[in-house]
């Protein structure tokens, strides 16, 4: 099946600091990749969808000046967190839609566990 | 938008049992419904999924059905084994501007006591 790499998995910063998370799709060309937020015991809350060489589309209620996202690649997209603070911990997982054939399915990567101190 | 609700929230089963977790969705317009297994600190990986042209689908000890007149579906695990203890997210997903985005379900958390 379809693989979705994201790297760091693991990642603590300072309160302040910026925070880039890379996600990849290692066997398949990714058009549509997809950014989630999920709190300890909480379902996936989407928070923007990137199209590749396009701008990204943030869901509301989320800064899209705080999480930037460039999808540079049909292969690579990242969310940077920029001046982190402790309510921005949490779990970021990062999906990626194979554009071949309008399939649906969606692909997601391991997470990363995003702490800020 | 699309709104996802699932129930139960917590299920426990003994070991050799089936489980079943219920979804209903609210926007008619949603064409595909998959089905998603969580386990502790990792991504969800698709287990299943359905589209709304077929009623019913099954993949060994998974089956989903799926009842567009009522707008739900449901999840069937048959032969429960400890390795299925985790956490069951189904979603719908709408063609909405070509994101073809998942809304997803509050989650189900299984445990398969052996």
């Known amino acids: 099946g379809a693989v979705v790499s994201q790297h760091p998995s693991r990642v603590i910063c300072k309160s302040g600091t910026s925070v880039k998370i890379e996600c990849r799709s290692l066997d398949f060309q990714a058009t549509t990749m997809f950014w989630y937020r999920q709190f300890p015991k909480q379902s996936l809350m989407l928070m923007a969808t990137?199209?590749?060489?396009?701008?990204?589309?943030?869901e509301q209620g989320v800064e899209k000046d705080k999480f930037l996202i460039n999808h540079a690649s049909l292969t690579l997209s990242t969310l940077t967190v920029t001046s982190a603070h402790p309510e921005d911990s949490s779990f970021y997982i990062c999906?990626?839609?194979?554009?071949?054939?309008?399939?649906?399915?969606?692909?997601f990567g391991p997470g990363t566990r995003l702490t800020v101190l | 938008g699309e709104n996802v609700e699932q129930h139960p929230s917590t299920l426990s089963v003994q070991e050799g049992d089936s489980a079943v977790i219920k979804c209903t969705y609210s926007d008619s317009a949603s064409n595909y419904f998959p089905w998603y297994k969580q386990e502790l600190g990792k991504g969800p990986q698709l287990i299943i999924d359905i589209r709304s042209n077929v009623g019913e689908k099954k993949d060994q000890r998974i089956a989903v059905t799926l009842n567009k007149t009522a707008k739900h579906f449901s999840l069937h695990i048959t032969e429960t084994q400890p390795e299925d203890s985790a956490v069951y997210f189904c979603?719908?997903?709408?063609?909405?501007?070509?994101?073809?985005?998942?809304?997803f379900g509050s989650g189900t958390r299984l445990q398969v006591q052996p």
């Open positions: 999906s990626a839609r194979d554009g071949s054939g309008g399939a649906n399915e969606q692909f």
């Open positions: 990137s199209n590749e060489g396009s701008k990204a589309t943030y």
């Open positions: 979603a719908a997903s709408i063609r909405a501007a070509g994101r073809r985005a998942l809304t």
